[in-house]
């Protein structure tokens, strides 16, 4: 089994795939490793994907999941769960919106990987700010109800759920000794040797969540004490993933299922707010039409996205 030039340079979320289709027999190319862009064949007939996402979803589905105003519309007209929402408008709307919901989320209408996204957002100045940071991502801004309980994943490909995961935001542990920029570069270096690159950064946005607990990377943390070093538990800034698929509920699956029709994507990635994993009552709160396929280990993700552009072995 040879790997194709540029295999090397490639990452998690293009090897998975290289590496089932390749032990299939079919062949490969990679046309740019950055990208994650490949050519598969079988002889046949071929496919050119980057990463998960493939030619057979039709760009207006592309567009509804990418900008969360549309998935917003088309997802509420489907009937599924979705939190309270806003459009950033004025200050007297958008201040009403706060007052009501207490506690919201703040991300800009387009955006991936938690960019300009802030959440925990309680008052007035820290909603005006919010604002001002999701703008620099996009000019439409979106505020929600902030929805308490465990980060899901659901991966859906070709109509069937496949996976699911629970995310979490990066925490570390005080020993007594260490300061806490300390115990966070000691996190980052182990994340380095087992995530290849992907680190916790610790820049302002780090700052101020360490802040809000009343501490900073210059203390000294008890022993045992925890500390969330992000509010989000996005994979690209720290977060942790634990395999949940033997555990999620039916409505969660049922959920997932109906959001990957609605919006009309082959391969779906549904982020959903669940009080337990192992409950009903979700919500939705995003959907990813390029999921990285790499973060549901050992779950058959490779296997079941070749089998929907080539068919089943």
Known sequence: MTRPTGYDRCNRYTTIIVDEALRRGLDVEVLDPELGE??????????????SLSQR????????????????????????PLPAGHVIADDATDETFLRQHGTVVVKPARGEGGEGVTVGVADVAGLHEAVEVARRHHETVLAEEMVEGED???LVIDGSVVAASVRRPPVVV??????????AEALNAERREREGGIEVPLDDRTLDVLAGQGTS?????????????????????????????????????????????????????????????????????????????????????????LDMLFGAE
Not at 38 to 51: F, K, S
Not at 57 to 69: G, N, T
Not at 177 to 182: A, C, E, K, S, V
Not at 261 to 274: K, N, S, T
């Open 174 to 183: 005080g020993d007594g000794t260490r300061t806490l920029g300390h115990l």
């Open 152 to 154: 899901l994943r659901v």
């Open 217 to 305: 990377l210059d203390d000294v943390l008890d022993d045992g004490r925890r500390v969330v070093l992000r509010r989000t538990a996005n994979v690209h800034t720290g977060g942790t993933i634990t395999d949940v698929t033997d555990r999620l509920h039916p409505s969660s699956v049922e959920t997932a299922c109906r959001a990957a029709r609605a919006v009309g994507a082959p391969v779906l990635g549904v982020d959903l707010i669940v009080p337990d994993v192992d409950g009903d009552g979700g919500v939705i709160i995003e959907v990813n039409p390029m999921p990285g396929l790499a973060n549901h280990e050992p779950q058959p993700t490779a296997q079941r996205y």
């Open 38 to 51: 490949l050519r598969i064949g079988d002889g046949m007939r071929e496919e050119v994907v980057i990463q």
């Open 57 to 80: 979803l039709p760009a207006v589905s592309y567009f509804r999941c990418e900008h969360k105003v549309a998935s917003r519309r088309v997802l509420s007209a489907a009937g599924l």
